[in-house]
């Protein structure tokens, strides 16, 4: 029988199979790494805010308010460390308050709080369904709720004898709240590193005010806190806040170095050159006959202002307190 042509033909070569692309597996080592700096730059950073603005003294007994949220247990947690290296003893006892919201996992907290070893108070009030009852559906309702968890939390902080109330704030709190009072309450005023309470009795203290939400975002993941959301207006995505927030991160985005320098303004006043008569005597100006460092330069630019505006437009990043140091080195 004939052989049929085709199987004459030499067959076709058929290539290798591929070979299945690479993967690389995160190194464990560099993740732990990563994770340590994270740790010890948020420890330096409210140490460095319990220091510069003396939020904890010897023998203070620190409420800390934790919500459930990342914050308030980065907060804790970071005391929590502190507490047992500080050069002097102080307390921490956590508060949470139970607002009953519907679906609220209440074992959570107590659980977790007794596997640290924390004395807490869990305080049980309805302030759920006082806001539903009170605000009107899609009306915004963190005034009331505010107000609300305001008076359980000082309630609380008198009968367990608390000196400080600690809250959970951090910086994109403290610039969020700082561009909410400018844009809509004209005023420039924001959450501050410490207070006294609006009754008088407590004062009120922010040890996360130089720290970045990203920066407890990424320790609450690594800690594997369990996180609490906040159904009661999580969804209220209209709030000012958020849209603030979102600008911010716009911000920093396209102009790396912003964010920075408007915080580090905020602790950077100079009332002579604003126009509060409360904050500054306008009618005492008078003329001194010798140069004043905060004169007027109303026939000049302001240099560090000028060498600052030509960094940015370069595209590179400098504080002003870089260029005001830079500045009188070389004077």
Known sequence: MDTP???LLPSPRSDPPA???MVRR?????AEFEANKLRKRLRRLVGEAIGAYDLIAPHD???VCVSGGKDSYGL????LTLKGRAPFPFEVIAMNLDQKQPGFPADVLPRFLESRGVPFRIVEQDTYSVVKRVIPEGGTMCSLCSRLRRGAIYRTAAEIGA???????HRDDVLATFFLNLFFGGKLKTMPPKLVSDDGRHIVIRPLVHVRERDLARYAELNAFPIIPCNLCG????LQRKQVAVMLREWEKKYPGRIDSIFGALGNVVPSHLMDRALFDFGAVRTTGSPVADGDI???VDPVLERATDVAAAGQTVSIDTIRLKRASDA
Request: glycine share 4%; net charge neutral.
């Open 5 to 7: 042509a085709a199987a």
């Open 19 to 21: 070979a299945a692309p």
């Open 163 to 169: 000196t400080k109330i600690a809250l959970g704030h």
């Open 298 to 300: 109303a026939f000049d």
């Open 76 to 79: 804790l947690d970071i005391l």
């Open 235 to 238: 969804s209220q995505e209209h």
């Open 26 to 30: 995160p190194d464990p080592r560099k």
């Open 61 to 63: 007994r620190v409420m």
